[in-house]
């Protein structure tokens, strides 16, 4: 395949414009939809009252992305193809001990730099992750009370930190952010309108300005998750019905507007920004992708529905990365089908 030397396009003319970087695979949380970004191999995972302070050798992260290949990647990406957009995942990134280091790390040569976490850390750290570079945070929180919180995370006891993490990152700058709540049949889908009046008691917080976006997800079944198989077995006794929630969405909306990544739609609700995620044979999903994923392992991933294109970066030397960056496009796939018509 002729590869575009100033852009990574794969053999469907999908252009990378962003990397996922997934920094850990430890979690403190252990949620029973948790996609765990796609990877295969997976450390267990643990409820942890506070952040583990381990060193590069302890027995649970000595497999983890070092943060030198993480911002050679980086660098290499936006000096040879043009991507300066990056989002850091987990597990938990904030297990990380040298988060502050990656961030400061690719800081110079990124325009945007985003993270997702859970949120529990973020009270503690916010500040000194918006000093470092971080832009913005997207944080998971799937109820607003705390017997159900316990229950879809099999926790007990974090949603207060969430709430407290929330407020940091809006006083620390790291908006706008993006609220996600994985929404789930019979236990969390009648809670969307009580998320919304969060939602704006958090921008009022910040004087009334949009800072925080409420997203709903639809529930992604991966067939390397237990978790999700577990669900799935039970003939989606958690899936909701997403057209009844956006036809109600539809008749409160002011205004709704549709991204052409993904095919999401934005309903403004009394001045809330609800944006609905629908991954679910969705072929405009794969259509539109324009991110390259890179497991906590160091492996470049074309598709987070797929484990046949995984691609080892072995080297921090930049010719090394230039060339499996070139190699993942050819083991770029679809995972749902599309026309380029």
Known sequence: MEIDE??????????IRSLRFSLTSRCTLNCIYCHHEGDRVRVRVRAIAGREDKGKDSDENKDEISAELVIAIARAASDHFGIRKIKITGGEPLMRTDLAEILQGMRAFEYDIS??????????YAADLAEAGLDRVNISLDS?????????????????????????????????IKLNMVILK????DEIADMIRFVRECNRRCGGRDAVILQLIELMPLFN??????LLQHKYKYKPDFDKIEAELELQAAVIETRRLHRR???FVDGIEVEVVHPIDNTVFCANCSRLRITSEGKLKGCLLRDD?????????????VNQLKEAMKYRESFFTFSTK
């Open 6 to 15: 100033k852009r990574l396009t794969d053999d469907y003319g999908r252009e």
């Open 225 to 230: 998750s237990a978790s999700t198989m577990h």
């Open 186 to 189: 019979t236990i969390n889908d």
């Open 144 to 176: 607003l009370k705390e017997e159900r919180y316990d229950f879809i995370t099999r926790t007990k006891k974090n949603l207060p930190r969430v709430i407290d993490g929330i407020y940091s990152a809006i006083d620390a700058g790291l908006t706008p």
């Open 265 to 267: 739609k934005k309903y």
């Open 309 to 321: 294109n995984l691609i080892q970066v072995e080297s921090t030397e930049e010719g090394h990365i």
């Open 115 to 124: 993270l997702t976490t859970n949120g529990i850390f973020l009270k503690d």
